[in-house]
């Protein structure tokens, strides 16, 4: 199906050998999935040829590697990161290697983070420290982070050593940034801090969301075209809004998605308490005392998995069975009640829902994520480049940061 | 202490400014303790320059990162890395920035091993993740990670573009294999597989500590020496040997160390159940059904902290105090002892400990480890370099790797 696509129009002399872009002229919705398909195909194959095959460390390191690269995802930032270096002028070649580093650290810290987040599902499967457990996903989430340098050195032998090393320092540069939004984030857990203002999130969003999937792909792309510092100005402010929208509407389907298109557990970020747009403008706008529980409720850790309990469930049932005494029980109730009441319940959850849905805090993200999409797209339409699917899927971008059902 | 040495004799002529190595007719062991100190500091320094400074993300990742780096420890890497580059006539400036690289690169891979194994103490103090919570122990060793690239590229300005990129292959080289040293080793954990050869051991050994601790500081300083393909050979040779001495070393001191200077838990191999040579020695020497109980010990995890089990105790105490019938105790004790069961505890340790000495492995250990000591030390006799301290230290370190207590 995907080498079976017809090539003609306006983007022919756009294509090398091995692309099969979008037609330019079909609609952005289409355009812009068929472009991430093919996007995503080049730069599978890519990842698959620079994994290393060794039986002895196939099944706990290897294979693992391709486990989250291989599962359904929408790949947006090689495809930002190929579309930039197309656009402006670069070749497929001289970008497809830095496209793919790309996915594959964000991969691996996909792995980090489901780890230090405790999720249990990625891309509508179980995660990698459920499937392995945490020591061996670790330890594959550095191993991607290492051999993603080999091919950023390869590099230069496409693009000589400058602008090799500049890719390395943008890379570089985006792991530093995001480490740092994710040590943002982790302090307020730590604290339990829920009294923060927008230009909080900002902050936290461009280092966590605009570098890592916006500016330094983009950035990217337009060094291995030899990009101008015009267009990298341009990129880079484009791309901070970008990041800003993306976010926000990821903030929005986590709580109003289509739970079969959506493929990730619904209300996920109120269980865990995440920092978002939409909980800091309900918890403004609601008054003193439900902000107060809604606090304590956010403070909470979400429950664990109740498998590892056999314990309590065996007392609960001798109790029902009257074989344990009330002298016992009332010793023993408490400390098993205390277990569950410091964990959030739904009904606590469904309170922080019922909370964000009477606030209007729903409408007034995806509003401020419109507006910055709009900024985004006003930006891009600027860019000095010629007609090309490139070019198009980029001015497009923003429409699908606040379109994406998933 | 350390600016008031004095510099005189031989030696002067390899000193730089900022530099105050040992004497070179000093005492062997003096003279490498000196070198390791000297280094440390130099290193310390060079890693503080690095780290930035940044209120907002101080106390959950910056100050964290320095933690492990400023705890006491030998800082053998980038000495051997220092001495080799200053023995084949490199300049102290070319190879700091690598050297310090190197030690902040082993600083990150720590935390993550300690997360890994579970580890509760590092350098003699509570390891990073049971002071601050696994989440944020793992985003600082991936901070720390991305942190280290910045000077390997600003190697370039010292070093030129070449020597720069060699340097950064050699350190995505190491990278790799010691996860895969790391896979070996999980792969095993994760069978229970004890039926190991020494062929085995020698090749995790290869990968997790000959790579790490010596291969890559030594190649990485001779490149920043810009010595030749003889030198290079002759050193990786004698590295490989190095780690191995190194590495059997350490099991042994693991099993056998005066605790005072170990700094270490003892027996903590044991407790994790470690594919060392001793235990495979030990293995291969006792009956079958000595080895069938030692497997089956070796498998059981580690005691689990006890503090969370508040709930087993106080039903242990309300059955000692006759609170809880015979028929609630008749389903209850068979869950409480199962988990209990599952674990290794004190005696099967002892058992463990007793099979090795019977054995006598720890003096076959002990042989092993200085056999490929000699040989490392007459490989490195075989370099082509004038006297200097920092020839001295590299020649004396296969020594070291036999002789010292922790």
């Given at each position: 199906?995907?080498?079976?696509?017809?090539?003609?129009?306006?983007?022919?002399?756009?294509?090398?050998?091995?692309?099969?872009?979008?037609?330019?002229?079909?609609?952005?919705?289409?355009?812009?999935?068929?472009?991430?398909?093919?996007?995503r195909n080049l730069v599978i194959d890519e990842i698959k040829?620079?994994?290393?095959?060794?039986?002895?460390?196939?099944?706990?390191?290897?294979?693992?590697?391709?486990?989250?690269p291989l599962?359904?995802?929408?790949a947006?930032?090689?495809?930002?990161?190929?579309?930039?270096?197309?656009?402006?002028?670069?070749?497929?070649?001289?970008?497809?290697?830095?496209?793919?580093?790309?996915?594959?650290?964000?991969?691996?810290?996909?792995?980090?983070?489901?780890?230090?987040?405790?999720?249990?599902?990625?891309?509508?499967?179980?995660?990698?420290?459920?499937?392995?457990?945490?020591?061996?996903?670790?330890?594959?989430?550095?191993?991607?982070?290492?051999?993603?340098?080999?091919?950023?050195?390869?590099?230069?032998?496409?693009?000589?050593?400058?602008?090799?090393?500049?890719?390395?320092?943008?890379?570089?540069?985006?792991?530093?940034?995001?480490?740092?939004?994710?040590?943002?984030?982790?302090?307020?857990?730590?604290?339990?801090?829920?009294?923060?203002?927008?230009?909080?999130?900002?902050?936290?969003?461009?280092?966590?969301?605009?570098?890592?999937?916006?500016?330094?792909?983009?950035?990217?792309?337009?060094?291995?075209?030899?990009?101008?510092?015009?267009?990298?100005?341009?990129?880079?402010?484009?791309?901070?809004?970008?990041?800003?929208?993306?976010?926000?509407?990821?903030?929005?389907?986590?709580?109003?998605?289509?739970?079969?298109?959506?493929?990730?557990?619904?209300?996920?970020?109120?269980?865990?308490?995440?920092?978002?747009?939409?909980?800091?403008?309900?918890?403004?706008?609601?008054?003193?005392?439900?902000?107060?529980?809604?606090?304590?409720?956010?403070?909470?850790?979400?429950?664990?998995?109740?498998?590892?309990?056999?314990?309590?469930?065996?007392?609960?049932?001798?109790?029902?069975?009257?074989?344990?005494?009330?002298?016992?029980?009332?010793?023993?109730?408490?400390?098993?009640?205390?277990?569950?009441?410091?964990?959030?319940?739904?009904?606590?959850?469904?309170?922080?829902?019922?909370?964000?849905?009477?606030?209007?805090?729903?409408?007034?993200?995806?509003?401020?994520?419109?507006?910055?999409?709009?900024?985004?797209?006003?930006?891009?339409?600027?860019?000095?480049?010629?007609?090309?699917?490139?070019?198009?899927?980029?001015?497009?971008?923003?429409?699908?940061?606040?379109?994406?059902?998933?």
């Amino acid at each position: 199906m995907y080498a079976a696509r017809v090539l003609h129009g306006a983007a022919v002399e756009e294509r090398e050998s091995g692309e099969a872009w979008a037609e330019l002229d079909s609609p952005l919705p289409e355009l812009i999935s068929t472009y991430l398909a093919d996007c995503r195909n080049l730069v599978i194959d890519e990842i698959k040829s620079f994994v290393p095959s060794d039986s002895r460390y196939q099944s706990v390191l290897y294979d693992l590697m391709l486990d989250y690269p291989l599962r359904e995802a929408k790949a947006l930032r090689p495809a930002l990161c190929i579309a930039t270096c197309r656009a402006l002028g670069g070749s497929l070649r001289g970008v497809l290697k830095s496209a793919a580093t790309l996915e594959f650290y964000h991969n691996a810290f996909l792995i980090h983070d489901d780890i230090e987040d405790g999720s249990e599902k990625r891309r509508d499967r179980p995660t990698l420290h459920l499937l392995h457990g945490a020591p061996i996903a670790l330890n594959v989430g550095d191993a991607m982070l290492a051999l993603a340098l080999e091919p950023m050195l390869d590099n230069t032998r496409v693009l000589g050593l400058g602008k090799s090393l500049r890719i390395l320092q943008c890379v570089a540069r985006m792991a530093r940034e995001s480490a740092e939004g994710q040590a943002l984030e982790l302090a307020w857990i730590r604290a339990g801090e829920f009294g923060l203002e927008e230009r909080d999130y900002a902050l936290m969003v461009h280092k966590k969301t605009s570098f890592y999937t916006f500016i330094t792909p983009m950035r990217v792309g337009a060094i291995a075209a030899n990009a101008g510092e015009r267009e990298l100005a341009l990129l880079g402010r484009a791309a901070t809004l970008l990041g800003l929208a993306f976010q926000i509407q990821d903030d929005v389907l986590n709580l109003s998605a289509d739970e079969a298109a959506y493929g990730k557990e619904l209300n996920g970020d109120l269980w865990e308490g995440k920092h978002t747009l939409i909980l800091m403008h309900a918890l403004a706008k609601c008054d003193a005392s439900e902000r107060a529980r809604a606090v304590e409720i956010l403070r909470k850790p979400r429950p664990l998995p109740r498998a590892s309990n056999g314990l309590h469930a065996t007392l609960f049932q001798l109790r029902a069975e009257g074989m344990l005494s009330d002298t016992a029980w009332r010793v023993l109730a408490p400390q098993l009640e205390s277990q569950y009441s410091s964990e959030k319940s739904a009904e606590e959850v469904a309170f922080l829902s019922e909370l964000i849905r009477r606030s209007g805090a729903l409408e007034y993200a995806r509003s401020a994520a419109a507006m910055r999409a709009r900024r985004a797209r006003r930006l891009m339409n600027g860019l000095t480049a010629r007609s090309s699917v490139h070019l198009r899927f980029l001015q497009g971008v923003a429409d699908f940061a606040i379109a994406r059902d998933r």
